[in-house]
């Protein structure tokens, strides 16, 4: 079972891909994990990576595709994947679909999380976190104890830059202009499937599973 999860940022999909993952035994892999990994391991794909990375450059998309095929190619691999953030832009689809014919392969769904962009806005400007411990809060949907302090280490929270309303309304445009044609792209490869996004985390993992299961 090959999985593509898509959605904008906030709509929860890596969220679904780690709960989907744990339900099927399958590995969840995003291509930020996969670049710690090979620099960590020292691996010849990993220090070319560093090489763009340590220059404030993108991993050019040939060297992300080497680094993901090389990923599917583990044992853990073996019964599918949940491919979270990857890819992000049509020629990217486009190459990893070329990658996988050559070996037979496909992506069997491209489950797209949809959420409205004015509920992500929300979603996201209502979102604490806390520098000191990592801890997160949503200030409706989990507020901490004591209103803006940590539950865990009782630091201050605070809003990230880029859940401040202003800036996820760019983070928005940038999706639709680059991401949202993946949409179209994966409805015309038949692997695409919508789900809501905006009902209850456990409610969107149902629809996904049946969805899968059907």
Do not use: W
Not at 126 to 143: A, D, S
């Amino acid at each position: 079972m090959k999985i593509v999860m898509l959605g904008a940022p906030g709509a929860g999909k890596g969220t679904q891909a780690k709960m989907l993952a744990a339900k099927y035994r399958i590995p969840h892999i995003s291509t930020g994990d996969i670049f710690r990994a090979n620099i960590k391991e020292g691996t010849e794909l990993g220090r070319k990576a560093k090489e763009y990375m340590d220059q404030g450059q993108l991993v050019p998309d040939s060297l992300t595709l080497d680094l993901i095929m090389d990923r599917f190619s583990k044992p853990d691999c073996a019964n599918g994947y949940v491919l979270d953030g990857f890819p992000r832009t049509i020629p990217q689809a486009e190459a990893l679909t070329a990658a996988l014919k050559a070996k037979g392969e496909k992506v069997d769904f491209a489950i797209n999380v949809d959420v409205p962009d004015e509920n992500i806005i929300n979603r996201m400007s209502g979102r604490r976190c806390c520098l000191k411990c990592g801890g997160t809060f949503h200030v409706k949907y989990n507020p901490p104890k004591t209103e803006g302090i940590c539950d865990f280490c009782d630091a201050e929270l605070v809003i990230r830059d880029d859940d401040k309303p202003e800036i996820v309304k760019k983070r928005l445009v940038a999706y639709h202009d680059q991401t949202q044609p993946l949409i179209d792209y994966y409805e015309k490869e038949g692997a695409l499937r919508n789900v809501d996004g905006t009902v209850d985390v456990e409610v969107v993992f149902d629809s996904i599973v049946k969805i899968l299961e059907a």
